[in-house]
Structure formats: structure tokens, C-alpha cells
């Protein structure tokens, strides 16, 4: 095929590519989104299989990739039936034992091995009751000649294919053929992308070699060195446009300035604020003091554990938006929420100081018209509400601060929409209560300035967590009966998970009649909530709860995010196990909130898995969210993470921010430094910036022909 001169080769659809055709590229555009020669250059090997070296049995350890011994089978056993049927073998070396095992193809495998006989075996090591154990391992018998075949091989690219692609020729090997075709025919023509100063000061390999050490590398030395660099690009991109993004948006949009502190602020912080604000809330509060001075919109993301006391830094600032003759808004992710806020500011600032309203869908059409004049006039100077209040009808005659809680709820295009309601955009706060690590804060909010509240309210009780096991209900009701006749309240949650959803309601329903049976009516009443159960009933069985008719609420993951009842002290949660950890830590910051000790009690069954154990040690363990967020990252990794779906999180391919946090820090640092030292990047040797970054596709429809 002809390619213009100014095309990029990396554009050319796939179908044209040697050895491809119609046929072939209809498959890996379905099955591996595969369609132009760029997306086949960045379809790495999942994982690279070391041939070249043979092990002893006493040298592997789990840790390892994937190893190769040499082993005599002693002897073969089917254990088990239909689906539990497994093959277990029995090898030695003449170091060690090892055993084997097949879950699957298992007759077909028992009848293919030869015990007495010595194979090459080669998979991924284990443990299994404190001995080396090696599942689906491929088996080769050993022959001088197979050993002379495997010791010319070095490290071999494994390709993720499909059941589909396999019948078109396309498994690991198939799929290596395209790339080596590729990468000779092509690879010249990859550009670099990075300025020289960069690439000699970070020690980076030259892309052209990164690509083609990624796909065929000539040992693991140089696949490190070529990942490195992959990654290093990557991040560097993405960091790239969020600070120039940043850096745009400022030089753009003017902001307000506020810088007045009068009657509003002072009248609040010397006459109605009920208790010494935290070092943490008061370092944040300076924070916002001073980006609201500089003459540039502020875009700040405040974390804070659950507890905290963001709203009330958020009322704070909003005091500030009014001193200097601007309206404000905060807006919550649901109605309860909302009219949460509403209530909480509503006390704290005490009737005629300042005039607040709320505003959300299901605020009568009259009362609704009362709302938009007066914001119109400016009399209305505090709006709380749900997206409600970001509908075009809602016009603010100068709106200068807006609040939104809960940020993983809103996408980037509502808050954008909230910019257009001013000439001069408000200033945004935006507060979240799910503690993210600061990689990913760094990524999902690169644009924006983050915040961070630390510290919990001098007196607050730390939470106690215990981990109960299914034997130890009793106890559990016990606890339960014990607070209820202190006058607490107790919140029950069962997880409803979509997939399991018939078992899930049929714990739940389980779980409502045995905590019917043994906290009985009348002395007993019991909220009860779940996705099943009409919206307008779900509204009332929650406020019967908030206003303490009730003394135990039994719902589904519902009342996650938001509810306040300080009434509360106990938080049961059964099945914890299939919960993740934030959202386990989001459930427990549901208690807590009084003066009083507070539980959190998991309730799981007696086989837990790895990850589980993990989960619920760490929750007994500690209260700290952040320190949560790091080890759900570490578990999960970021692409479960919430929020992260909609961040360009899950477009990496090279980059990990679970494990690759160091690096993201140095590129941050890398990137943060070119812009401060070239803001509009007018230096020649930044010039590179410019076209490469411009670019989809990891900048490789920028690899022109030339
Ligand atoms: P968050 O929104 O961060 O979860 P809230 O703003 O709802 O937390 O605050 C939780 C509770 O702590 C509220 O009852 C609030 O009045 C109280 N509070 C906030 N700041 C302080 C403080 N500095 N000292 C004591 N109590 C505080
Ligand atoms: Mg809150």
C-alpha cells in the first residue's frame, strides 16, 4: 500500500500489515482492539518466559516469574471428582521434591506423563502447605537435544491471544510473527519524543530501542531499561497534560478575588462556631485564603477522612465568597445528602444570620420559582442542593464559590458546567471523603490542587473494629442488645452484589427475620433498606432512623456514602469479606460520629481467601483512610480503584501506579520543572513537546515518514 509522506506509517489498518489480510484483522480488531500498526506496536507481551536458565528444586521460591527445572516423575494420582477432579504429581531433582498439579485436561495429562522418567518442567512457582508446588506446568521429557533447544531461546515475548484468534493462527507465536515483522519493517521510523536533556539527565533508552527490546529483548537488563522508558513516556504524557491543562486554565480564567474577611466570616468564627477548629482544618482554610487572592480560578480537591470536618471549611470559605459580595453553592451527589448539608449549615449558622436554601429535584415548582428570583436578585446567598442546582434555569446573579461533595459522583463535564454559570468562574472546592493515595490523587486530579485534612477532631474515640466469625453471633447480639439499652443506635449492611444478587437478597431477607426474631417488636423497631424497596419507602425508613424511631437500621451498601446519624455507635457489617476495603472503610465512618465508643464489628464466614484476610486485619489494624487507600491500591491495583474509570488511570499500558509510584513522583517533579522554567515552552529543545504531545496513541501518529 502507498503511504503519503506525511502519513504515519503506526496509522496504516492492520489488514495491510504482512501476513495479516481481511480475514485476520476483522479477528484482532474484536478481539484485541487491534486496528492500525500502532496499536499492534503497543500490544506488549504480558509476560516474557527465561528460557535460557535451568533451576534446582531448592532454588525456587514463589516470588519468582517463571522457571524451568529438570525433574524424574515418582508417581501420578487423580484425586477428587467431576470438578474437584485434580492431577497430582509427584517429581524430585536431587535437591528437593515438587509436586504438580492439573485442574484441568486432567486424564488427558495423567495419561501423557511417564513416571520414572525425566522432564523439563517450566510455569510459575507456588507454595502449597510450606512446599514447592508448580500448577499447569508445560512439560517437555528430557533429552539432550530438547535441553540444546531450550538453551538457544532467551527471553520469550508470550502474547495474550484469544480462543478466536487461536483459529486463525493468531496464539502467542502467530501474534510474535506479526510483531517481528513489524518492528523490522517499521521500527525506523519511530521518532523520539522526549528533548535530548531529559533523555541524558533520566538515563533513558532511545524509544526506537525501547520498542523493539519490549517486544524480542536481548536479556532482562534491557527489558528493564526498555520498560523504564516506555513508562517513563507515558507518565510523562499524561502528567504533561494535566499541568499544561492547569497551567492553561489559569492563564484563561481570571478568578475572583476575595479579599475581605468581614462581618460574615468573623460573626460565624467568634460568635456561632461551637469548637477550636484542627491544625489541619485551618491550614486548608489558609490554603483556600490564598488561592482565592491570586486573580486565578481556584480548582481544589479537599481529601478527608470521613469525620474530618470538611463541611465546615467548606462553610467557612463559603463565608469568605459572601464577605466579598459573591453568592456561593454546595452540592451533593443525593437528596438525603443534600438536605443533610442543608440541615448541618442551617444549625451552624443559626437562623437570620445569612439566608441559605435547598434546592433539588423534588423541591415543589413554586417554592422552586421563590429560589431562582432570589438567587437572581442576590438576596439568596447560600444554595445547597443535588445536580438540581447546575440546570440552566438556575441563574445566580454572582456566583463566586461552589462546593461539591462526594467528587466521584460528578464527571468533569458538570463541573465545567458550573464554571459557565459567572462571567469569572467561581472558584471550586471539590471535597471527597475516599482517601486516595497521592499517585492516584496525582493523576485522577493532576489538574487540580489538592488539600489534605490529616487529622481527626480533638476527643473523637477511635472506632473499635473487631473481625467476629460466624461462631461468635451470639456475641455480636450481645454487644447489640448492650448498646440499644444505652440508647444507641446500630446500622446492619449486607452486600449486594450484582452477580449473586438472588443469594445476596436471600441473606438479606434471612438476615432481616433472625434480627426480627431476637430483637422483637414492640420493644425493637427496625429500619429496613434496600435497592428492592420503593424509593419514597426507602426515604421514610431512613428518616425514621435519623430521627431515632427506630434503633436498628438493616439495609444494603445504600447508606455508603453520606448519612449522618451521631446517634449510631454500631456498625455491623456481615460478609465483609466480599466487600472492598474503602468501601468497608466508607461503611465505618458511618459510627463515630458522637462523643460515644464506637464499634465496627465484621462479620465474615470461617474460609476467607488471601485477599480477605488482608482486608479485614487491615481494617482491625487501623482508622487511617489513607493508609487503607495504599493497601487497597496494592491489592486491586488502580483500575479498581473507584473513580478511576473515567481518569486516563486505565489507559496506561506500561506504567502501574500501584508499583510504579517512585517514578511517577520523578516524572511529576520532571514535568512541574518544564513548565516552570519554560512555561510556554518557547525553548528550542522543548520545542519536541509541542508535535509529541499533540499526538493520540503515545504520540506515535506523530512518527512520520521522513
Ligand atoms: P466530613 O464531612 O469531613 O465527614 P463533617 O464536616 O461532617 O465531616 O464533620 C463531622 C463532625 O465533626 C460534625 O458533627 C462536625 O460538626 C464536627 N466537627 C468538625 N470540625 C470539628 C472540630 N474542629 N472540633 C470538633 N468537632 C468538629
Ligand atoms: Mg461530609
Redesign the pocket.
Known sequence: MELSRSASPFETPIEYLKGVGPARAEVLKKELAIFTYADLLRHFPYKYIDRTRFYKVKDIHPEMPYVQVIVRLLRKEIIGEKRAKRLVVQAQDDTGQIELVWFQGVTWVEKSLRVGKAYIIFGKPGMFNGRPQMSHPEMEQYSPQAIKRQGNLTLQPAYNSTEKLKQFSLDSKGIQKLTTILIEEYARYLQENLPQYIINKYRLMDRREAYRQMHFPDDANKLNEAQHRLKFEELFFLQYKLLKNKLYRTQKFKGNIFDKVGHYFNGFYNDKL?????NA?KRVLKEIRIDTQRGVQMNRLLQ?????????VALMSILIAIDNGFQACMMAPTEILASQHYQ?VKSLVGDDFVEVALLTGSTPKKQRKIIHERLLSGELKILIGTHALIEDAVQYKNLGFVVIDEQHRFGVEQRSKLWRKNVVPPHVLV?T?TPIPRTLAMTMYGDLDVSV?DEL???RKPIETVHFYESQRLRMFGMMREEIAKGRQIYVVYPLIKESEKLDLKNLEEGIETMRREFPLPKYQISIVHGKIPAAVKEEEMQRFINAQTQIMVATTVIEVGV?V?NASVMIIENAERFGLSQLHQLR?RVG?GAEQSYCILMSSNKLSNDGRIRLDTMVKTNNGFEISEIDLQLRGPGNIEGTQQSGVLDLKVANLATDQELLMQVRKCVEDIFEKDPQLTHPENQILHQASQSKNAGLSWDKIS
Open positions: 461551637p469548637f477550636p477548629l484542627t482544618q478527608g477522612d470521613v469525620g474530618s470536618g470538611k463541611t465546615v448541618t471535597m471523603a485534612i477532631p480533638a476527643g449522618n451521631p465512618g460520629r
